[in-house]
């Protein structure tokens, strides 16, 4: 059974930094790619950024380009969004996905195993 855990989140003020990590296990599929999203309350999930795991190429939303960096470790099954110079509006329980082949790594319909998501609190 997959399992996808995050951890990381927290409350910091505007200006500072947070790492999440999301730690996968029990795959039965080739994954193709790792997302980041986010869900702020009465408001849409998002994608916030994902990786190609055969490559390591990354995509990110406008709303985090250059601020946020996706990264993965493949020895510890782990993916990270390393979050700086952060907002109030970056304020959203953040979420971790895999997608298995076949679909587009920037539609959140097309990732089949998700997290329980951490909480990431931004205050001005």
């Known amino acids: 059974q997959v399992q996808l855990v995050e951890s990381g989140g927290g409350s910091v003020q505007a200006g500072g930094s947070l790492r999440l990590s999301c730690a996968a296990s029990?795959?039965?599929?080739?994954?193709?790619?790792m997302g980041w999203f986010r869900q702020a309350p009465g408001k849409e999930r998002e994608r916030v950024a994902h990786i190609y795991i055969g490559n390591g190429d990354t995509a990110y939303a406008d709303s985090v380009k250059g601020r946020f960096t996706i990264s993965q470790d493949d020895a510890k099954n782990t993916v990270y969004l390393q979050m700086n110079s952060l907002k109030p509006e970056d304020t959203a329980m953040y979420y971790c996905a895999a997608a298995a082949p076949g679909g587009s790594c920037f539609s959140h319909n097309y990732y089949q195993d998700w997290g329980q998501g951490t909480q990431v609190t931004v205050s001005s």
């Open positions: 029990g795959y039965t599929y080739s994954r193709k790619c």
